[in-house]
């Protein structure tokens, strides 16, 4: 038989490993919680690059939307002056 000593040992070693696996499990889950963290910093910081690209884009379609409209205003301009000299 095992004495009284020896599995009060055994019952501390028990309780230190169950002490060690809860401190395991809680770096494992602060270290999956700062990736968390991480990631979400990253889907944020990628989510206001696409819109400003989005509104970069926007804003070059209207400046090339007024462009077209001066162009075809000097064109017709141009036409009817053309047209007048005939």
């Not at 400046?63 to 053309?82: A, P, T």
């Amino acid at each position: 038989m095992e004495s009284s000593a020896s599995i009060k040992r055994q019952i501390e070693v028990i309780y230190e490993q169950r002490e060690v696996n809860d401190n395991n499990e809680l770096e494992e889950e602060e270290t999956y919680k700062e990736k968390i963290r991480l990631i979400n910093q990253q889907i944020k910081r990628l989510l206001k690059q696409k819109e400003q690209l989005t509104n970069e884009f926007k804003h070059s379609q209207y400046v090339g939307y007024r462009c077209e409209l001066n162009i075809r205003d000097n064109l017709n301009s141009l036409y009817r002056q053309l047209e007048n000299i005939e």
